[in-house]
């Protein structure tokens, strides 16, 4: 007899096991399916234009509705969100300027729509009006990110970062609203680590009511431009403070690092070069070079001088982290390099790059040499990007 009941109990188990297998199999369709749905808005986000909106002295930030993007640059703070048919990105400069504290000039910044904090007896002046203030005083605005990784000794700094990242976006709609931020790649020189950097910037994402997902700039990159090459190349952002430099294997960041020298290494080495300020060499550098240009004057030709010293400075280091690593997968056609960032937006600056490229034999065959569609807002619509296919609803 008690073989029988031993049968039935094993039967009752078996039904039981079938059915939970049955329920596993039927939520990893469904899985498998919103994955699916997540991938396919993700790749249509990616196909979108964007659309700058400027952000005007005294509009409020955004109450985000939806996955958001976030780049974290040197430079700027810039946001992105999906709309139906484009890709909305507003900036703020990510600089600050101090002025001493006095009831006269408080009144009249607030009046001025002018952004502000008050911390130790002085006004941070932040975001765009830096650079007016700065200008007044004939001098430069200071950088939040001075070698674009945040450290525990620059408390200044990240308290601009958060006030900055508070006049572009307020908390979310829904809490817990997924938010993909930017983190530079371990420095290639020095000690440094992103570690610190990311953390900080989470957990203050955190407090706002976000989901807070970090991804590498260079990555960010890769997932903006290159959905019909599988996610597969080498995005390069070419920033203010830093180049940042991502190998991706079907949207897995192989290899990533940065180098700290980018536009600021130009307008400084040509200022010193020169003689002249940097902040003068930045503005011709952005108004008026061409690279494919023969140069005319001693500015443009040492900012000629500069480009193609960074480009080479750039590959070499390219060169040495590709060839000492045993993690490169075997890719079995070319892929492509796309550079993104200010930096590399001048005309001729792609040229250059794809000609100095010929001198090096990297241990990956490179197809060709792109630049990104808007490289200014590349980074945070790759990061937005990123959000929505990890977004937890559809
Ligand atoms: N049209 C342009 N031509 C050349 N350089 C530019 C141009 N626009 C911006 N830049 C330079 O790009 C750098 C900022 O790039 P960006 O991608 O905004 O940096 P980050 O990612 O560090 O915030 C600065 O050095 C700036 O001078
Ligand atoms: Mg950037």
Same mark, same amino acid.
């Given at each position: ?7 039935? #109990? ?12 049955a329920d596993a199999q039927k ?12 991938? !396919? ?7 979108? &234009? ?32 999906? #709309? ?67 450290? !525990? ?18 908390? &979310? ?113 952005? #108004? ?10 001693r500015i443009i030709t040492a ?42 937006? &001048? ?6 790059? !794809? ?40």
């Amino acid at each position: 007899m008690a073989g029988k009941d031993d049968m039935k #109990e094993r039967m009752v188990e078996l039904k039981k096991q079938e059915s939970s297998d049955a329920d596993a199999q039927k939520r990893k369709r469904s899985d498998d399916k919103r994955d699916e749905k997540l991938m !396919a808005k993700a790749e249509e986000a990616s196909q979108k &234009p964007v659309v700058d909106t400027e952000k005007e002295a005294g509009s409020p930030a955004i109450r985000t509705e939806g996955p958001v993007g976030l780049d974290v640059g040197t430079s700027h703070i810039i946001v992105a969100q999906n #709309e139906k048919n484009y890709i909305n990105t507003v900036k703020q400069l990510n600089a600050f300027f101090t002025i001493p504290i006095s009831k006269f000039a408080k009144s009249i910044l607030a009046k001025n729509d002018v952004l502000f904090f008050e911390q130790d007896n002085l006004f941070y002046i932040i975001g765009n009006s830096s650079e007016d203030f700065a200008n007044m005083f004939n001098t430069d605005t200071k950088r939040s990110i001075k070698k674009g990784i945040l450290s !525990a000794d620059e408390q200044e700094g990240i308290t601009v970062i958060q006030a900055i990242v508070q006049s572009v976006i307020r908390k &979310p709609k829904q809490f817990g609203e997924t938010l993909c931020f930017t983190i530079p790649g371990d420095p290639l020189e020095g000690t440094g680590s992103v570690v610190y950097h990311e953390s900080i910037i989470k957990r203050f994402l955190g407090t706002m009511g976000y989901f807070p997902i970090s991804i590498n700039e260079g990555m960010a990159i890769v997932m903006s431009e290159l959905s019909d090459d599988d996610y597969t190349g080498i995005g390069i952002s070419m920033g203010g403070g830093m180049c940042n430099i991502c190998l991706s294997y079907l949207s897995f960041p192989v290899i990533t690092y940065s180098f700290q020298m980018a536009g600021d290494y130009i307008d400084s080495m040509v200022g010193i070069s020169v003689g002249e300020h940097a902040t003068k060499i930045r503005t011709i550098k952005e #108004e008026e070079l061409d690279l494919l240009k023969e140069p005319k004057d001693r500015i443009i030709t040492a900012l000629h001088i500069f480009y193609d010293n960074l480009i080479k400075n750039l590959l070499d280091s390219l060169q040495r982290v590709l060839s000492s690593t045993d993690k490169i997968p075997m890719i079995s056609k070319p892929v492509p390099i796309v550079l993104s960032g200010g930096t590399a937006m &001048p005309n001729g600056c792609k040229e250059m790059f !794809a000609k100095a490229l010929k001198n090096y034999k990297l241990p990956v065959e490179i197809s060709s040499v792109i630049l990104a569609e808007d490289p200014l807002n590349t980074t945070a619509k790759g990061a937005l990007i990123m959000a929505m296919t990890e977004a937890q609803q559809g």
